[in-house]
């Protein structure tokens, strides 16, 4: 009796641990039938680049000392374009209202990128580029980098600076601006009639063709010229007096009073979904004109030598080694003033 008993309890051990680990395993399957009955959750997040946090952010991370302005701070400062917003930070200078000089350096050793692309200068004389073109509306953020990086473009000398543009817009966006002015000093000027933009056809074809260099070796060099019954220096040169007749003669001057100076800018923005790729599509466009006078006042310097007093006897010096002698120096500056009324649109 005493070993069945014993038997027994054995046997309601194993049974109630078996039964303890069914409960277990049930509760566990129910747990996960729970978890498998959750919906799925999506968190979207946009990241802000131009604003106050993320320019902060990119600051820190920068290898190099760099001055970034967001659009946040675009819109605090209330400038139209990058040019106006750039002459904000130190060490850069605003030239025309349009061009910006790095650390005082001329336009040879100042560079600019839109979204890290150099950016030819639509002025074929000069290598600056008159960032007054760039509406703030569309610029998300501003770099000027002053010491060189190997990301940098080989021409990189004085600064650089890099123009990011807002991405496509998550709604509608338009805006225009437009600006007056008047300049008391050029009310009337010499004006004549010609095209809107000054230039014949050909002349116009020939500069795009010549890189705006019309010397003798440059059009040999681009035409291919080679020596036949003329030498190729007579051909470029007939080329060269062809481009010179094509220029207007016949000009009539009149005095006129001058339009009001003026400039227009203008944004539109719009996104929208497509179902083929099922994704969205945005853009921006925008677009300045502006039409300004410029009055100048130009002076030529004539030296003159008049080594003779009134009763014919020298009275001052040639010799320019003291202050004295300049003083009493033989040469005379005569000044003769030309004024000149310029339009540059």
Same mark, same amino acid.
């Given at each position: ?75 605090? /400062?209330?400038? #139209? $374009?990058?040019?106006?917003?750039? *002459?904000?930070?130190? +060490? =850069? ?6 061009? @910006? ?82 300049? /008391?000093?050029? #009310? $009337?000027?010499?004006?004549?009639? *010609?095209?809107?933009? +000054? =230039? ?6 020939? @500069? ?105 006897? @020298? ?31």
């Amino acid at each position: 009796m005493s070993k069945k008993h014993r038997l027994n309890q054995i046997t309601w051990a194993i049974g109630l641990g078996l039964c303890a680990q069914s409960v277990s395993l049930f509760a566990a399957q129910n747990d996960v039938d729970v978890a498998q009955e959750i919906e799925e959750v999506v968190a979207v997040g946009t990241r802000l680049q131009g604003s106050a946090a993320a320019v902060v952010e990119e600051r820190k991370n920068q290898a190099f000392v760099a001055d970034i302005l967001g659009s946040e701070q675009l819109a605090r /400062t209330g400038d #139209s $374009d990058a040019a106006s917003a750039l *002459r904000r930070v130190t +060490g =850069l200078t605003l030239v025309d209202g349009k061009f @910006i000089y790095v650390r005082g350096l001329g336009e040879r050793y100042s560079s600019a990128r839109l979204n890290g692309a150099y950016i030819p200068s639509p002025d074929l004389t000069r290598n600056v580029i008159p960032l007054d073109i760039f509406p703030a509306s569309i610029i998300s953020s501003m770099a000027v980098q002053k010491a060189y990086s190997p990301n940098m473009p080989a021409a990189f000398g004085g600064g650089n600076i890099d123009i990011r543009t807002k991405a496509a817009p998550s709604e509608f966006t338009a805006g225009v601006e437009v600006g007056v002015g008047y300049n /008391t000093a050029a #009310s $009337d000027g010499f004006t004549y009639n *010609r095209k809107e933009s +000054g =230039l014949p056809d050909a002349l116009s074809s020939a @500069i795009t063709q010549y890189r705006g260099d019309f010397g003798i070796g440059n059009i040999v060099k681009r035409d291919g010229l080679v020596d036949g019954d003329t030498t190729r220096a007579e051909q470029a040169t007939a080329i060269n007096n062809e481009l010179l007749k094509s220029l207007p003669l016949g000009y009539e001057l009149k005095e006129d009073s001058l339009d009001p100076q003026y400039n227009i800018k203008a944004h539109y923005g719009d996104s929208f979904s497509e179902s083929y790729f099922g994704g969205k599509l945005g853009f921006m466009l925008s677009g300045a004109y502006k039409n300004e006078w410029d009055f100048e006042d130009r002076f030529s310097s004539v030296i003159s030598q008049d080594l003779k007093n009134e009763d014919g006897k @020298i009275d001052c010096t040639t010799a320019l080694n003291t202050a004295d002698d300049v003083a009493n120096s033989c040469f005379n500056t005569v000044k003769n003033a030309q004024v000149t009324t310029e339009n540059e649109r």
